[in-house]
């Protein structure tokens, strides 16, 4: 029996969360990047980059949030970390966030929406991801959760020397 959260969205042993999540979480500090370089260059490209960014990480972010739901629906231990709720909710809140930023690029114009509005969602977005990753971190690295159990060990050896018989400690 498994000692640690398990994740049931996965493929083989390897859940998938964590294989989708480095996508919007790039996407989304990529459009603030732009962002500031639109700021700075007022050259227009960086502006409609921006908003494909944005788009492209709200498609992959709710790729990332049905395998995340799948693991925290199906796994009580989950839902019973407080980080596991402040993970979700801060990612649900930086999802809503960019798309309330797709919009208004979309809706009024990809330049038009950098200043001040677009670029202030950005960094909003990027700080909640910080938060978040941090909640992430702690789920996986403190309380273990779709972290492998460690498979039962051999008995340890009593020899100080591993290396294969018939080799000389001092040869050359």
């Not at 959260?5 to 732009?34: D, E, Q, R």
């Not at 502006?47 to 049905?66: D, F, K, N, P, T």
């Not at 977005?125 to 972290?147: D, N, P, S």
Request: hydrophobic letters at 55%; glycine letters at 6%; charged letters at 15%.
């Amino acid at each position: 029996m498994a000692t640690n959260p398990v994740s049931t969205a996965k493929v083989g042993s390897h859940p998938i969360h964590p294989m989708l999540i480095p996508f919007p979480v790039a996407f989304l500090v990529g459009a603030f990047v732009t962002d500031l370089v639109f700021w700075r260059t007022a050259d227009a490209f960086w502006a409609r980059a921006s908003m494909w960014l944005i788009g492209a990480a709200i498609v992959m972010a709710l790729l990332a949030a049905v395998a995340g739901f799948i693991d925290f629906f199906s796994e009580p231990r989950i839902r019973a970390l407080t980080d596991a709720w402040y993970h979700m909710l801060g990612n649900l809140t930086a999802v809503v966030l960019a798309l309330v930023n797709f919009y208004l690029r979309y809706s009024e114009g990809a330049e038009a929406a950098v200043r001040p509005w677009g670029v202030l969602l950005s960094f909003i977005v990027v700080c909640i991801l910080l938060f978040t990753g941090w909640k992430g971190w702690e789920m996986v690295y403190r309380h273990h959760v779709a972290v492998l159990d460690a498979p039962a060990q051999p008995a340890a050896t009593t020899s100080a020397d591993t290396r294969p018989a018939g080799r000389d400690r001092h040869a050359t």
